[in-house]
C-alpha cells in the first residue's frame, strides 16, 4: 500500500487454514504417536536381555523414546503457545532436528566407537547359550574367538589361514569327541 507521503507501508498478512475439528485432528495424529512410542518401549524392555550383545540396543532405544517424548511435548506446547507462525515454524522445525539428531546419535554413535576402539562388532558373545552342545563348545567356540583375534594382529595371510585350519581341525575332534559321547 503505498502512504500520501510516497512511504511503502508494510501490512504482514498470515494465512491459516483452520476447521472446526482441528483439536479432534490434532489429538488423533498426537494419540498415534504416542502409542507409536509407547510400542517402541515396549519392545526395547523385552528385548532388553538379548545376550548378543551386537543386538542388544535397548538401553539405547529407550534412550531415544524418552528423548523424542521430551522434545515432541515441548514442540506441542511451543505450537500452542506461540501465536508467531514464523516463530513457531523456527522453534517446532529446531525441535524436530534435535529429537532425530539425537535419537540417530544415541542409537548409532555407541556402535561407531565400538568399531572404532574395538575394531569390529563381537555377535558371538555369549556363544554357549547359543549353542546345542552345552557350554564347553560355547567355551571353544569363545576361546576361538580370542585366540584368533589375538593372532590377526601378529600374523600374516598365510600364517592365518594355516593358523585357522588348525583350529578347525581342533574343533571338529572336539565335536567327534561330543558326539562319541552322545552316541553312548
Not at 4 to 31: A, F, K
Not at 34 to 57: E, Q
Not at 154 to 177: P, R, V
Amino acid at each position: 500500500i503505498l502512504h500520501q507521503d510516497g512511504d511503502l507501508i508494510i501490512i504482514p498478512v498470515t494465512m491459516n487454514c483452520r476447521n472446526n475439528n482441528s483439536i479432534i485432528w490434532e489429538v488423533i495424529i498426537l494419540g498415534t504417536n504416542g502409542v507409536l512410542l509407547a510400542y517402541g518401549l515396549l519392545l526395547a524392555w523385552r528385548t532388553r536381555n538379548i545376550s548378543i550383545a551386537a543386538a542388544n540396543d535397548s538401553k539405547y532405544i529407550g534412550f531415544a523414546v524418552y528423548n523424542v517424548s521430551i522434545f515432541s511435548g515441548t514442540a506441542v506446547l511451543v505450537g500452542f503457545a506461540v501465536s508467531q507462525p514464523a516463530i513457531r515454524f523456527g522453534m517446532i522445525a529446531a525441535f524436530i532436528i534435535l529429537s532425530t539428531t539425537g535419537s540417530i546419535s544415541l542409537i548409532f554413535i555407541p556402535k561407531i566407537l565400538q568399531i572404532k576402539y574395538r575394531g569390529a562388532v563381537n555377535t558371538l558373545t555369549n556363544a554357549g547359550e547359543m549353542t546345542p552342545f552345552g557350554n564347553e563348545t560355547g567355551r571353544l567356540t569363545s576361546n576361538l574367538q580370542n585366540q584368533k583375534s589375538s593372532l590377526e594382529h601378529t600374523m600374516s595371510s598365510d600364517q592365518k589361514i594355516s593358523a585357522l585350519e588348525e583350529k578347525i581341525s581342533q574343533l571338529q575332534s572336539a565335536m567327534e569327541g561330543k558326539d562319541k559321547n552322545i552316541k553312548q
